[in-house]
């Protein structure tokens, strides 16, 4: 037996099946492990990636609660100056109607 035939016998009884009686020889590559251990680079990268997007988790939740309290403030401050202003008015038309009711009533005498 040659070398040539007693690598094509391994060869044989190396592939199981449909794929010998089909002459597929080639092995195929195999798919790397999952749980092979991270590189230093791949750890690092993940690291700066997750850090990152906590920080832009946490200044969005900040600028939401900044936002609401901006609103608040001028919703708040919005109201005050209505009341002040209604306010106002109001002390302005009591002072006119007063103010009217004191100019008639000495022409009248």
């Known amino acids: 037996m040659d070398d040539t035939a007693a690598a094509q016998g391994l060869s044989e009884t ?7 009686q089909h002459g597929d020889t080639h092995v195929h ?26 920080t832009l988790m946490i200044k969005a939740r900040v600028q939401i609660v900044a936002g609401s309290a901006i609103g608040i403030f001028f919703l708040l401050l919005q109201t005050l100056v209505f009341l002040a202003t209604s306010g106002g008015l109001v002390l302005a038309a009591g ?3 007063l103010y009217g009711t004191q100019q008639r009533g000495p022409s009248r005498a």
């Open 95 to 97: 002072g006119a109607a």
């Open 29 to 54: 590559p195999v798919l790397p492990n999952p749980f092979l251990p991270f590189s230093t680079a791949k750890v690092l990268a993940m690291k700066a990636t997750v850090l990152l997007l906590l």
């Open 14 to 20: 190396a592939v199981g099946g449909s794929a010998r």
